[in-house]
């Protein structure tokens, strides 16, 4: 079963397509989403606010959330403790 994981406004991302977790203040970042920006492949799911990471997932695409990068990690970390206690 896939991993749902909550990043901020009611957007969920699966879990087990996420790459890395970035926080967006280094230049190559910025980059990058300026980058995947321009050819479409970021989603913000920010909803108006400061984007404070950028999870990078298999397919290529950006996802830019307005949660901390540990916030996002801390619940990917729980949600996998959570899957195998049911196992």
């Not at 991993?3 to 970042?29: C, E, M, R, T």
Request: aromatic fraction near 2%; glycine fraction near 6%.
């Amino acid at each position: 079963m896939n991993k749902l994981i909550h990043i901020g406004f009611g957007n969920i991302v699966n879990a087990d397509k996420i790459i890395s977790i970035v926080s967006p203040d280094a230049a190559p970042v910025k980059r990058m989403v300026q980058k995947a920006r321009e050819e479409g492949k970021s989603v913000d799911a920010t909803q108006g606010r400061k984007t404070k990471a950028v999870l990078v997932m298999e397919n290529g695409m950006l996802v830019l959330s307005a949660l901390l990068p540990e916030t996002i990690c801390n619940r990917a970390i729980s949600e996998s403790e959570n899957s195998q206690d049911e196992t």
